[in-house]
T-cell receptor, first 112, second 113 residues
Framework: GQQLNQSPQSMFIQEGEDVSMNCTSSSIFNTWLWYKQDPGEGPVLLIALYKAGELTSNGRLTAQFGITRKDSFLNISASIPSDVGIYFCAGLSMNRDDKIIFGKGTRLHILP | DTGVSQDPRHKITKRGQNVTFRCDPISEHNRLYWYRQTLGQGPEFLTYFQNEAQLEKSRLLSDRFSAERPKGSFSTLEIQRTEQGDSAMYLC???????????FGSGTRLTVV
């Protein structure tokens, strides 16, 4: 089935550093979504992207919908302790308009 | 409306028992989704409803699993004869048709012992 490949799997950074993570697919997607999940909670939507090339910001977060429609990236600027968590990309393919699929996540750790 | 609500938050059950989870979506959302998440993985799609109609079921949803949304509002997910491999976080999400940024609940964590 369809898969989303997220990288890196985990990151250890210093507080204040910028973070970049990405997501790729072998098939074309119509929609890219980025979620954050804290321990014991459900994922929370951070950014939604609907058009190829679209660049969208939400505070310190910026995400882009790749031109090829097969990738997306998420950047976090000036990381703070509450950014710790698991970041998931999710997408909706051109062939399926009814459910989104998720990547395996990037786990972000922030060193004091 | 306080968002998507799931009950219970945690469930520990013995292998072979039946369990039922409930999800109350955001009231104006006509679509409701069930996902399962195991440790270290992203959420995996199980099934979804548009109003009261169940429109798709994943192959992950064996015949021991059944989901309902009788009046197009809340939904239940039942697992019969639970197995240890059913241990996971079961997530419910809702949305308006055509909007794909689903809102997720906090999940029900199932542990089968």
């Amino acid at each position: 089935g369809q898969q989303l490949n997220q990288s890196p799997q985990s990151m250890f950074i210093q507080e204040g550093e910028d973070v970049s993570m990405n997501c790729t697919s072998s098939s074309i997607f119509n929609t890219w979504l980025w979620y954050k999940q804290d321990p014991g909670e459900g994922p929370v939507l951070l950014i939604a992207l609907y058009k190829a090339g679209e660049l969208t910001s939400n505070g310190r977060l910026t995400a882009q919908f790749g031109i090829t429609r097969k990738d997306s990236f998420l950047n976090i600027s000036a990381s703070i302790p509450s950014d710790v968590g698991i970041y998931f990309c999710a997408g909706l393919s051109m062939n399926r308009d009814d459910k989104i699929i998720f990547g395996k996540g990037t786990r972000l750790h922030i060193l004091p | 409306d306080t968002g998507v609500s799931q009950d219970p938050r945690h469930k520990i059950t013995k292998r072979g028992q039946n369990v039922t989870f409930r999800c109350d979506p955001i009231s104006e959302h006509n679509r409701l989704y069930w996902y399962r998440q195991t440790l270290g993985q992203g959420p995996e799609f199980l099934t979804y409803f548009q109003n009261e109609a169940q429109l798709e079921k994943s192959r992950l949803l064996s015949d021991r699993f059944s989901a309902e949304r009788p009046k197009g509002s809340f939904s239940t997910l039942e697992i019969q004869r639970t197995e240890q491999g059913d241990s996971a976080m079961y997530l419910c999400a809702s949305s308006v048709q055509g909007v794909y940024g689903y809102t997720f609940g906090s999940g029900t964590r199932l542990t089968v012992v």
